[in-house]
């Protein structure tokens, strides 16, 4: 067990989440279940989840905590994290057709030119790229860190900044 990890939550957090199942009807939870709900829907819904959290003190970063952390089962965290998930495959789906993808796998290319005097095939650097982003499967702002999305979806840029990220890239080429 990491230290990260807990197994009560905080008075804000279960208020959080005993007012996100108001949002949930048996029709949302089957479409959410079958992977049926549409971007627009999702980022809806995500929105709503966020309009909530705040009203209960609960940042993005708490959602986090909450989805990668806490240590007992639970039917909403689960349904959370079917939210994220489905969020960030979205986002994963529009940036592979944004101009900014191949950009990106270009930018990474460089850097590992640059500092491991390596010149390695983008196709490589795309399929390690695409394990980082299945490491932020579950985080809730989604790929934030790596894939910047605008309000309505938009995805309006990607860059691989992290060092950690960078370093993991190299090490799987």
């Not at 994963?92 to 640059?114: G, M, P």
């Not at 490589?124 to 309000?151: C, H, N, R, T």
């Not at 691989?160 to 799987?172: A, P, S, V, W, Y």
């Amino acid at each position: 067990m990491t230290t990260k990890d807990f197994v009560n939550l905080p008075f804000n957090y279960r208020q959080f989440l005993d007012n996100i199942k108001l949002m949930f009807d048996n029709d949302l939870l089957k479409r959410l279940h079958s992977n049926d709900v549409s971007y627009k829907e999702i980022l809806k819904l995500h929105n709503d989840v966020n309009n909530i959290a705040e009203k209960y003190d609960c940042s993005s970063y708490e959602i986090n905590r909450i989805l990668n952390y806490y240590k007992k089962d639970n039917v909403l965290i689960e349904i959370l994290k079917k939210i994220s998930s489905i969020r960030n495959k979205y986002i994963v789906y529009h940036s592979k057709k944004s101009k900014y993808w191949d950009e990106n796998l270009k930018s990474i290319k460089k850097k590992i030119k640059d500092y491991n005097n390596k010149n390695v095939d983008l196709s490589k650097i795309e399929v390690a790229f695409m394990k980082i982003l299945k490491k932020y499967k579950y985080d809730w702002d989604g790929l934030w860190s790596v894939i910047e999305v605008g309000s309505s979806g938009k995805i309006k840029n990607i860059d691989l900044f992290d060092l950690d990220d960078m370093n993991e890239i190299t090490n799987m080429i």
